[in-house]
T-cell receptor, first 112, second 112 residues
Framework: EPEVTQTPSHQVTQMGQEVILRCVPI?????FYWYRQILGQKVEFLVS????????KSEIFDDQFSVERPDGSNFTLKIRSTKLEDSAMYFC??????????FGPGTRLTVT | QKEVEQNSGPLSVPEGAIASLNCTYS??????FFWYRQYSGKSPELIMF????GDKEDGRFTAQLNKASQYVSLLIRDSQPSDSATYLC????????????FGKGTTLSVSS
């Protein structure tokens, strides 16, 4: 069964450094998403991406964040200058034109 | 502010019992609603979604939606210890991008 994959599973970085989180959505899916979950808190929407552009973003997704689909398979989330409060699990999700969003296993980002 | 509210629990039921999980949402424009299961340290796993008033059954799971009351529920029949997890209710709150807004989740514990 096709799955969303994410790399790395765990990323440790120093405050102020740039990080890129990578996702490979399910191959025939058209909509792509990033969510984050701070430890012990709820899953929060960051951004959605369709037809090679951002279709919606939350207040969390400020100028420090960017997304890109550099080729036909990868979908990336870049954080330009990480802060301590960016430490969280980051989930990529994808879906077809139907409703269901399927989540990847997540990347645990630790900012020290 | 669009919100999805859930009782955090824990909800404890014996093996074989019916577990009832509830969720309310604030945005009357929400069209589709989703139940995800999340094991500790893992990503959300889709159980089922519902967009029409009434009941929708899938195996041991039944989702119920009442748009007039802005209420969604999930029933788990014949609960098993492996059902012990946090159950996340999510609402799709926009037409563009179809972001999901999540509740904090209800922790279910099924004792054998």
């Amino acid at each position: 069964e096709p799955e969303v994959t994410q790399t790395p599973s765990h990323q440790v970085t120093q405050m102020g450094q740039e990080v890129i989180l990578r996702c490979v959505p399910i191959s025939n899916h058209l909509y792509f998403y990033w969510y984050r979950q701070i430890l012990g808190q709820k899953v929060e929407f960051l951004v959605s991406f369709y037809n090679n552009e951002i279709s919606e973003k939350s207040e969390i997704f400020d100028d420090q964040f960017s997304v890109e689909r550099p080729d036909g398979s990868n979908f990336t989330l870049k954080i330009r200058s990480t802060k301590l409060e960016d430490s969280a699990m980051y989930f990529c999700a994808s879906r077809t034109s139907a409703d269901e969003q399927y989540f990847g296993p997540g990347t645990r980002l630790t900012v020290t | 502010q669009k919100e999805v509210e859930q009782n955090s629990g824990p909800l404890s039921v014996p093996e074989g019992a019916i577990a009832s999980l509830n969720c309310t949402y604030s945005d009357r424009g929400s069209q589709s609603f989703f139940w995800y299961r999340q094991y500790s340290g893992k990503s959300p796993e889709l159980i089922m979604f519902i967009y029409s008033n009434g009941d929708k059954e899938d195996g041991r799971f039944t989702a119920q939606l009442n748009k007039a009351s802005q209420y969604v529920s999930l029933l788990i029949r014949d609960s098993q210890p492996s059902d012990s997890a946090t159950y996340l209710c999510a609402a799709e709150v926009s037409q563009a991008g179809t972001a999901l807004i999540f509740g904090k989740g209800t922790t279910l514990s099924v004792s054998s």
